[in-house]
């Protein structure tokens, strides 16, 4: 998926999405050593599993998305994560709709 798809980068997350076909939408997460200690990591693995259950509209369907931590926020709160990714997104993709 890296290497055949599409990316947007923030300045803490890297997301890279290829297009699959069908209905199904799969989401990876990863955070690996530099974005800090174990603890760290899994929260932040936390907040993007919960930012994408609210936001699965960003997601089309059909679509395999890796959402990558390259840097813990200072302030890693669901709403800073949703304010960082949520227009890197539309801005790379598009709107979606929101039935």
Do not use: C
Not at 14 to 20: E, F, G, L, S
């Amino acid at each position: 998926m890296v290497r055949k798809g599409e990316r947007v980068s923030t300045a803490h997350f890297a997301v890279y999405r290829d297009a699959r076909g069908g209905k199904r939408r799969q989401i990876g997460v990863s955070a690996g050593k530099r974005a800090g200690k174990s603890v760290t990591r899994n929260r932040m693995k936390r907040l993007l599993r919960e930012f994408y259950r609210l936001n699965k509209e960003a997601f089309p369907q059909g679509t395999r998305t890796a959402i990558v931590v390259r840097k813990t926020p200072e302030n890693p709160v669901l709403d800073a994560v949703r304010k960082e990714l949520l227009p890197a997104l539309v801005k790379r993709w598009g709107e979606w709709d929101k039935a």
